[in-house]
């Protein structure tokens, strides 16, 4: 590629073409399988999924005695139930629940009367215990890719079964540092001999940054020399910093050496310090190794680090790094700048009688301890001769830093696929931070019309009209606010053991078997009632009618793991776990959004993946889904 000898090419253009080329020649990140124990702060180079339930049994959430709770009914403060031995079993927290029971009675409530126990109160069924998938089931997503690996996360994963965890590698960062002048750390340096300690403050940032690094030793003011620590490095690591002698100056041979073996994409940036930058690549085995030739002052580095490089390690990580908090503040001083370049001025910020007040700090591109002592930064921009004393000027903070807030809140009825969108976020747009909880259909409802998520998955039946969610909105929404859109189509049915043994041929089948049910206010749990009722079934002669689960996949593994015969789930739930299923009907899956929710750039990019191609071959694969135009409003009045 074309470049100019020392170029002025402005800072933005010059980021983007860098990292333009470097993605042109397939610059990405790198994955590796480690040991989820060893995965601290790592991040995950896939979504990760639960192998298993955790609990994978039905646990004990108490001390005390468990018991088939039918035996307790009756029981009151005047006509006590008194139990013999054969009726209960004593366990502790943690135990597996014995068999033939279905709940826990604390200790504290047990009075012991010989070998039996009297109990002044029912029991309820599944009352203190932990049943399977309580916290995940087996089938669930975890950890979205491109997520760090927080320690509460590895044992979120280890309680899954999840041993072993596929992560983005770690860069290997190469610091080569150059001059004649330049000499390793020592008590007593000679003069003209200056301390090397560049390579500390470059390979602690990216170390910062997710990356490792390897110092190369000191190459002199020798263009062939620099040539061969070069290709070394390149060899040997995934970015090659090479410190030093990137000016016009007769002993500065870096532009010479990089361009001898690499291609260099430009050579000089309108920048104040650190105009000298040369950006640069080189090609190993088919891939590319960005290669970055550095000022050898410590600031202007440290701004080509913090404006550029930390942006190519971005690529190279899949990590967001927090955006720069900037506030306003006085200037307590002119401040001069030429025409010529965007100029980074080190600054102190204080309040003063509650006025925020921006020092101006040495501008020196070699006084690093300026840095130490800078609470921000003022940029002066290109073609700007400067501030006055008491203008009002931008500073970006360098210490408080804080994290945009870009949170899309998600609440209502639980289905993969918003796992799965938020997954496909994560690739396109991964400055954006999703939060999504189970709460049912009517649960989301009411949480949007708090104002308390931007959005919610609904599927509510209308018995009278037939119709899906439609009325729903009319009741609730009378005065409007939110918008009604489109989603999928998706197949409810039952879901039964493999080879369904007991021969369950429909809703008529459940009096008499071990049926798990979907929380009140959910979808499912509205569905199953309207069906019942329409069959002429009292619910009351399902056993296991009240027990409820918050997810599909949840339903799912009670199933699978035998504590119940059958559940009313989505088909891509049974899947998951090879069950049978048994079809009873289609439904409308739409979002209800906030209406000022829809102006946000996440909600935005919610509904770009929303309607992708790679959300459609997700539901696919996952099987019981139709995309029913997403993102089409529904209209209901």
């Not at 130490?372 to 830093?401: C, N």
């Not at 400055?431 to 049912?440: K, Y």
């Amino acid at each position: 590629m074309a470049f100019t000898y020392l170029t002025n090419i402005p800072l933005e253009q010059a980021r983007a073409d860098y990292l333009a080329r470097l993605i042109e020649l397939g610059l990405s990140a790198k994955a590796e399988t480690i040991a989820t124990v060893e995965a601290n702060h790592r991040v995950t180079a896939k979504a990760v999924y639960a192998r298993i339930s955790a609990p994978h049994y039905n646990a004990c959430a108490m001390d005390g005695i468990a018991l088939d709770a039918s035996k307790t009914f009756g029981a009151n403060e005047v006509n006590p139930v008194i139990l013999e031995e054969a009726d209960f079993t004593w366990v502790n927290t943690g135990d597996p629940l014995p068999s033939g029971c279905d709940s826990v009675v604390m200790v504290e409530d047990v009075i012991r009367e010989g070998d039996s126990v009297k109990l002044f109160a029912a029991a309820t069924p599944w009352q203190h215990v932990r049943q399977i998938g309580e916290d995940v089931a087996a089938g669930d997503m975890i950890i979205p890719s491109y997520e760090e690996l927080t320690p509460p996360a590895l044992g979120a994963l280890l309680a899954a079964g999840v041993l072993e965890v596929e992560v983005i590698q770690k860069p290997l960062v190469a610091f080569i540092p150059t001059g004649n002048e330049i000499v390793s750390p020592k008590k007593h340096p000679e003069p003209g001999e200056i301390i090397e300690f560049n390579s500390t403050i470059f390979c602690g940032m990216v170390e910062d940054w997710g990356c490792r690094s390897k110092v190369y030793p000191i190459v002199p003011d020798n263009q062939i020399a620099i040539e061969a620590a070069i290709r070394q490095a390149s060899a040997e690591c995934d970015l090659v910093l090479l410190n030093a002698g990137s000016s016009a100056g007769a002993r500065d041979y870096a532009i010479e050496a990089i361009g001898k073996v690499g291609e260099v994409v430009l050579h000089g940036i309108a920048i104040k310090p650190g105009k000298p930058t040369i950006l640069a690549n080189m090609m190993k085995c088919e891939q590319v190794v960005p290669l970055i030739g550095l000022p050898g002052y410590p600031v202007s580095g440290i701004l080509v680090m913090e404006e550029i490089i930390k942006e190519v390690i971005s690529l190279m990580t899949k990590r967001v790094y927090p955006a720069d908090k900037t506030v306003e503040a006085t200037s307590s001083r002119r401040l001069n700048s030429g025409l010529k370049y965007l100029e980074f001025i080190r600054a102190r910020v204080g309040n003063v009688a509650g006025k925020r007040v921006a020092v101006a700090l040495n501008r020196g591109a070699g006084v690093v301890s300026s840095f130490v002592k800078a609470d921000g930064i003022v940029k002066i921009p290109q073609d700007l001769e400067g501030y006055e004393a008491g203008e009002q000027v931008e500073v970006q903070l360098l210490k408080s830093l804080e994290e945009i807030d870009r949170t899309l809140v998600i609440t209502g009825s639980h289905d993969p696929l918003i796992d799965e969108v938020i997954d496909l976020m994560k690739h396109r747009y991964p400055a954006d931070r999703v939060a999504s909880s189970h709460v049912g259909s009517l649960g989301g409802i009411l949480a949007v019309k708090r104002g308390e998520a931007h959005l919610g998955g609904v599927h509510l039946l209308d018995e009278d009209s037939g119709e899906y969610n439609l009325g729903y909105m009319r009741k609730y929404f009378t005065e409007g606010g939110v918008v009604l859109l489109s989603c999928v189509k998706r197949t409810q049915g039952l879901i039964v053991e493999k080879g369904n043994p007991r021969g369950v041929k429909g809703i008529e089948d459940l009096p008499g078997l071990n049926y798990v049910n979907r929380q009140k206010g959910s979808g499912t749990r509205i569905l199953i009632d309207y069906m019942c009722k329409k069959h002429g079934i009292d619910t009351t002669a399902i056993k296991g009618y009240t027990r409820e689960e918050f997810t599909h996949t949840a339903v799912a593994a009670a199933v699978a793991m035998g504590t119940a015969d059958v559940g009313l789930g989505i088909y891509a739930a049974s899947r998951i776990y090879d069950l049978d299923f048994i079809p009873v009907g289609e439904e409308q899956y739409d979002l209800l959004f906030l209406e000022s929710a829809l102006e946000l750039a996440p909600a935005q990019h919610f509904l770009d993946v929303l309607k992708s191609t790679d959300l459609t071959i997700r539901l696919k694969a996952m099987g019981g889904y139709e995309m029913n135009n997403p993102g089409a409003v529904r209209k209901w009045n």
